[in-house]
Nanobody
């Protein structure tokens, strides 16, 4: 079993920055890949970025060049640095973990709200 606890969401003006954190506990295998999805009201949950313990990454085209994902394996924590934020980045951001890179998430965090004002 894995527990994921997110932090770092909030309200920011367009052009600003936020950093999200997600600390994982439990199975080291099930946290081989950690990352983020986001869901805006009335929309589907969309992939944002992920990273493996070995450092392999995927980042959605919609945030490439603005968002950076990183992790601290010793702390089993993944970070999402979000720069040049836009109002359309407003959403609930969900941390996830899964064993195999590219597979659908197995575990989810509770979500953290990010609101970008124009």
């Amino acid at each position: 079993q894995v527990q994921l606890v997110e932090s770092g969401g909030g309200l920011v003006q367009a052009g600003g920055s936020l950093r999200l954190s997600c600390a994982g506990s439990g199975s080291i295998f099930s946290t081989n890949t950690m990352g983020w999805y986001r869901q805006a009201p009335g929309k589907q949950r969309d992939f944002v970025a992920d990273i493996t313990r070995g450092g392999s990454q995927n980042i959605a085209d919609s945030v490439k060049g603005r968002f950076t994902i990183s992790r601290d394996n010793g702390k089993n924590t993944v970070y999402l640095q979000m720069n040049s934020l836009k109002p359309e980045d407003s959403a609930v951001y969900y941390c996830f973990s899964v064993l195999r890179h590219g597979s659908y998430p197995q575990y989810w965090g509770q979500g953290t709200q990010v609101t970008v004002s124009s």
